[in-house]
């Protein structure tokens, strides 16, 4: 099994960016953290961060015939991006759209997803935890 991990704009300033936010812990850190946990689990795993909208589009199209399960955390494109779960759609890969922070719980124009409707669920404000979770369920959905 092949699991894409997406981490949209400003996610690679992890650790600097608001860290009573967000926590300590840098990209570098959660992508570790997400490799063990698949090789635990017997799956492979890949990783793609971008502040650019179309980049992400791209990086999900060319995830079509190679990846088995998508996480992606589309940052704030959640919030404004038609693009993104169109492109997921248009792939029919199975996704899971995650958030470090509960978007619910914060500033009124974080409170709409996007994306959500072209993913499975949307697990948000468990921290880094919740991008296992994420891969936890791509796995389980697979049945491996």
Known sequence: MNILVINGPNMNMLGVREPEIYGRETLADLENMIRAHCESRGVNCEF?????????????????????????????????????????????????????????????????????EACIVQIAGRGLKGYLDAVDLLIERAGK
């Open 48 to 116: 793609f961060q971008s502040n650019h909208e179309g980049a992400i589009v791209d990086r999900i199209q060319q995830a079509y015939g190679t990846s088995d399960g998508i996480v992606i955390n589309p940052a704030a494109y959640t919030h404004t991006s038609v693009a993104i779960p169109d492109a997921l759609r248009a792939v029919g890969i199975p996704a899971v759209e995650v958030h470090v922070s509960d978007i619910a719980s914060r500033e009124s124009y974080r409170h709409f997803s996007y994306t959500k």
